[in-house]
């Protein structure tokens, strides 16, 4: 079968940085060390190139999960092209499709069905989607953004600057020009790069399956740290459209702090969110799938696989009395209908129902740790 032709702008690009990072820089390390200025420097430009792609490019125009302020937008359009992970537009475009056909070796463009190479850097070394891959149809949406047309159209001046001129400035500043090539030119790119990619390759493979196993898409903490919080991947893939990936106040998602902190500044609203019972029920769909996974296998298997539904069934009942309250009351709240007589009625009911559905969970968590 013929091989699909190489994009060779973008195997020099890798590879030639790469070997810059991989060589030169520990050399330089080793023999003139670099100082503490270059790699403060290093890490904050670090920090700004992921968090314009995860804040930007990722969560803001390929899932539209908040809107932005203009001066915001144009902050994260310059970090992407100093990212140097193309477009917004061209990004996004990719990312969509990742999302609607995931895993479909033809048409999600970093299948991680193809394995781990192919998913992390190999599908950007050749030339694999040919004519559909600069239709954009699936981001009309986003040229239509000024900033984002600017972007695409100037991406790769803008590009070039950055790289060049951000380290050349810092170099000409700070008195040490090869000191800030090496670190906020080069290794800046490789790692930030890689973190990225790892997003594609490894949050496809490594980690847990908490909400859904219908795609490859995997929750892991370790990964969360490299990728300003996108290691909460099987999270993202199920409710794409949750500014937030690590939903729990214990998961480290810096990116959806920083959203969330800029709309105390108005700089971001309409942050969206996914109904806490509908992650509630995905959480406790999964571990009845896994439970009667097990179940089957052992001897009285009838027996167990009608418990586990007859509690599956009671779970489901309490989170829908529960949440259901707390929307209605939500509702008539807004719409002023809460005196002080319902409210302290509601705050009763409220909690009788907080602690049925708190037992509910605590025996359903007891019977399919079971399981495990
Ligand atoms: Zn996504
Ligand atoms: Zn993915």
Redesign the pocket.
């Known amino acids: 079968m013929k091989k699909n032709p190489i994009i060779w702008t973008n195997v020099l690009l890798f590879s030639s940085s790469f070997l810059v990072a991989a060589v030169a820089a520990p050399y330089y390390a080793l023999t003139i060390g670099f100082t503490a200025v270059e790699i403060i420097a290093m890490i904050l430009c670090m920090g700004y190139c992921g968090i314009a792609i995860t804040a930007g490019y990722h969560r803001l125009w390929s899932h539209k999960t908040y809107d932005a302020h203009p001066i915001l937008q144009w902050i994260f359009a310059i970090g992407g092209a100093f990212a140097l992970q193309n477009s917004v537009i061209h990004w996004a475009s990719d990312h969509r499709d990742?999302?609607r056909h995931?895993d479909d070796n033809d048409k999600d463009p970093?299948s991680?069905g193809k394995g781990f190479w192919y998913s992390h850097i190999g599908w950007m070394l050749r030339d694999y989607q040919g004519d559909t891959y600069n239709n954009y149809n699936n981001v009309r949406d986003l040229q239509k953004n000024p900033i984002l047309a600017f972007q695409h159209k100037h991406y790769l001046s803008l590009a070039l600057l950055t790289n060049i001129g951000v380290p050349v400035l810092l170099g000409f500043i700070f008195g040490n020009m090869w000191g800030m090539l090496l670190s906020v030119g080069v290794l800046r790119l490789v790692l930030s790069h890689h973190f990225t990619f790892f997003?594609?390759s490894l949050?496809?493979i490594w980690g847990k399956q908490t909400y859904t196993d219908q795609?490859?898409?995997r929750d892991n903490g370790i990964l969360a740290l490299l990728t300003y919080g996108e290691g909460y991947?099987n999270y993202?893939?199920i409710f794409e459209y949750d500014y937030r990936n690590g939903i729990r106040w214990w998961q480290f998602d810096p990116t959806k702090w920083l959203i969330k902190s800029c709309s105390w500044l108005k700089l971001t609203w309409n942050l969206r969110t996914v109904p806490e019972d509908r992650i509630a029920q995905a959480v406790a769909k999964m571990q009845l799938k896994r439970a009667q996974q097990k179940a089957m296998l052992l001897p009285n298997s009838e027996q167990l696989l009608q418990l586990l539904e007859q509690e599956y069934q009671l779970l489901m009942v309490k989170l829908q009395a529960y949440y259901q309250l707390k929307k209605d009351f939500l509702q008539q709240r807004r719409a002023a209908l809460v005196n002080q007589y319902n409210a302290s009625e509601f705050a009763q009911r409220y909690q009788e129902l907080k602690e049925h559905l708190q037992q509910q969970q605590n025996h359903w968590q007891r019977l399919t740790a079971a399981f495990q």
């Open positions: 990742h999302h995931v970093y991680a997003i594609n949050a496809h795609n490859s898409a991947h993202h893939h």
